[in-house]
Protein backbone atom coordinates (compact mmCIF):
# COMPACT_ATOMS: atom_id res chain seq x y z
CA UNK A 1 0.00 0.00 0.00
CA UNK A 2 1.17 3.19 -1.08
CA UNK A 3 0.69 6.39 0.93
CA UNK A 4 0.56 10.25 -0.54
CA UNK A 5 1.15 13.07 1.88
CA UNK A 6 0.61 16.22 0.60
CA UNK A 7 1.03 19.44 2.23
CA UNK A 8 1.58 23.33 1.15
CA UNK A 9 -2.15 24.06 0.17
CA UNK A 10 -3.45 27.52 1.98
CA UNK A 11 -5.19 31.10 1.29
CA UNK A 12 -3.28 33.24 -1.24
CA UNK A 13 -4.55 36.07 -3.04
CA UNK A 14 -5.49 35.97 -6.87
CA UNK A 15 -2.06 36.88 -8.67
CA UNK A 16 0.08 35.02 -5.98
CA UNK A 17 2.13 31.37 -5.70
CA UNK A 18 2.03 28.39 -3.84
CA UNK A 19 3.50 24.78 -4.18
CA UNK A 20 2.25 21.70 -3.12
CA UNK A 21 4.10 18.94 -2.58
CA UNK A 22 3.26 15.30 -2.15
CA UNK A 23 5.19 12.96 -0.50
CA UNK A 24 5.28 8.89 -1.08
CA UNK A 25 5.97 5.59 1.11
CA UNK A 26 7.26 2.83 -0.44
CA UNK A 27 10.39 1.98 -2.95
CA UNK A 28 8.37 2.16 -6.73
CA UNK A 29 8.15 5.99 -6.68
CA UNK A 30 10.13 5.85 -9.47
CA UNK A 31 7.94 3.76 -11.79
CA UNK A 32 4.96 5.69 -11.02
CA UNK A 33 2.78 8.13 -13.35
CA UNK A 34 2.48 10.75 -10.64
CA UNK A 35 -0.77 13.22 -11.33
CA UNK A 36 -2.41 16.33 -9.86
CA UNK A 37 -6.14 16.43 -9.59
CA UNK A 38 -8.37 19.28 -8.15
CA UNK A 39 -12.03 19.08 -7.24
CA UNK A 40 -13.71 22.21 -6.15
CA UNK A 41 -17.54 22.54 -4.52
CA UNK A 42 -20.13 20.71 -6.66
CA UNK A 43 -17.72 19.70 -9.39
CA UNK A 44 -15.57 16.93 -10.70
CA UNK A 45 -12.35 15.87 -9.83
CA UNK A 46 -10.20 16.63 -12.78
CA UNK A 47 -6.91 16.62 -13.56
CA UNK A 48 -3.86 19.82 -13.29
CA UNK A 49 -1.21 18.03 -13.75
CA UNK A 50 0.60 15.12 -15.04
CA UNK A 51 4.76 13.30 -15.19
CA UNK A 52 5.37 10.02 -15.81
CA UNK A 53 7.86 7.88 -14.53
CA UNK A 54 10.29 9.33 -17.42
CA UNK A 55 9.27 13.51 -16.79
CA UNK A 56 7.23 13.73 -19.91
CA UNK A 57 4.47 16.03 -18.31
CA UNK A 58 0.92 17.06 -19.13
CA UNK A 59 -1.16 20.23 -18.70
CA UNK A 60 -5.01 20.65 -19.44
CA UNK A 61 -5.16 24.43 -21.04
CA UNK A 62 -6.68 26.13 -17.94
CA UNK A 63 -3.51 25.46 -16.06
CA UNK A 64 -0.81 25.16 -19.00
CA UNK A 65 2.16 28.00 -18.24
CA UNK A 66 0.92 28.61 -14.69
CA UNK A 67 1.17 25.45 -13.10
CA UNK A 68 4.23 23.56 -12.90
CA UNK A 69 4.91 19.54 -12.23
CA UNK A 70 8.07 18.20 -10.58
CA UNK A 71 9.23 15.27 -9.24
CA UNK A 72 12.55 14.07 -7.49
CA UNK A 73 12.35 9.94 -7.11
CA UNK A 74 15.27 9.81 -4.86
CA UNK A 75 13.67 11.93 -2.64
CA UNK A 76 10.00 10.04 -3.75
CA UNK A 77 8.26 13.71 -3.68
CA UNK A 78 6.22 15.48 -6.42
CA UNK A 79 5.80 18.96 -6.51
CA UNK A 80 3.12 21.33 -8.12
CA UNK A 81 4.12 25.07 -8.43
CA UNK A 82 1.51 27.21 -9.42
CA UNK A 83 1.75 30.61 -10.30
CA UNK A 84 -0.32 33.30 -11.39
CA UNK A 85 -2.92 31.75 -9.62
CA UNK A 86 -6.77 32.74 -9.91
CA UNK A 87 -9.80 32.66 -7.66
CA UNK A 88 -11.14 29.90 -10.13
CA UNK A 89 -8.32 27.56 -9.31
CA UNK A 90 -9.77 27.23 -5.68
CA UNK A 91 -10.49 23.45 -5.27
CA UNK A 92 -9.45 20.56 -2.85
CA UNK A 93 -5.86 19.43 -4.60
CA UNK A 94 -5.12 15.62 -4.29
CA UNK A 95 -2.00 13.78 -5.41
CA UNK A 96 -2.19 10.75 -7.44
CA UNK A 97 -0.09 7.69 -8.20
CA UNK A 98 -0.92 5.44 -10.97
CA UNK A 99 1.17 1.93 -11.06
CA UNK A 100 0.77 0.98 -14.62
CA UNK A 101 2.22 -2.25 -13.98
CA UNK A 102 -0.17 -3.74 -11.39
CA UNK A 103 -2.99 -1.32 -12.09
CA UNK A 104 -3.34 0.28 -9.17
CA UNK A 105 -4.20 4.05 -7.96
CA UNK A 106 -3.41 5.73 -4.84
CA UNK A 107 -4.68 9.23 -3.91
CA UNK A 108 -3.56 11.37 -1.19
CA UNK A 109 -5.75 12.86 1.44
CA UNK A 110 -5.98 16.06 -0.40
CA UNK A 111 -4.95 19.55 0.83
CA UNK A 112 -7.12 22.85 0.46
CA UNK A 113 -6.30 26.01 -2.05
CA UNK A 114 -8.02 29.09 -1.91
CA UNK A 115 -7.75 31.44 -4.04
CA UNK A 116 -8.76 35.30 -3.15
CA UNK A 117 -9.79 38.21 -5.33
Known amino acids: QVQLVESGGGLVQAGGSLRLSCAASGSLFSLYTMGWYRQAPGKQRELVAAITSRGTTNYPDSVKGRFNVSRDNAKSTVWLQMNSLKPEDTAVYYC???????????WGQGTQVTVSS
Open 96 to 106: NAKDLILLKVY
